[in-house]
């Protein structure tokens, strides 16, 4: 995959993604900002920033969430970023990053 295609399928989860979480914020209580291509969700109650953000130069949409780091790559089979050991798509890791810290299940 050459930058391009890879910026054009980052924009696309993240644009997805952002829609979600800003139809879930109030429900679960985070602020999503998307700024300059990345995306923040951030706590007050636990206080709390995850960042999601593409990193063109290795193809990978990285996610820093609950003192953890997450790198996702592009899976064609299911058209979705995904974490390589676990096959978890964005979405799904994004839930269970915020179920994890508000400790209840998250659904976006």
């Known amino acids: 995959?050459?930058?391009?295609?890879?910026?054009?399928?980052?924009?696309e989860a993240l644009n997805r993604l952002y829609r979600a979480l800003s139809d879930a914020s109030d429900d679960y209580d985070f602020?999503?900002?998307f700024n300059a291509g990345a995306l923040a969700i951030e706590f007050e109650e636990p206080p709390a920033k995850f960042v999601v953000s593409p990193n063109a130069p290795v193809?990978?949409?990285?996610?820093?969430?609950n003192v953890r780091s997450y790198k996702l790559d592009w899976e064609?089979?299911?058209?979705d970023f995904v974490?390589?050991?676990t096959g978890q798509n964005l979405r799904s890791l994004i839930e269970d990053?915020?179920?994890?810290?508000?400790g209840q299940e998250v659904t976006l």
């Open 97 to 102: 990053a915020i179920g994890h810290h508000l």
């Open 31 to 33: 602020e999503v900002d």
């Open 83 to 85: 974490v390589p050991a």
């Open 1 to 11: 995959m050459d930058e391009q295609k890879f910026r054009q399928r980052a924009d």
């Open 76 to 79: 064609e089979a299911e058209q």
């Open 59 to 65: 193809k990978q949409i990285w996610v820093s969430a």
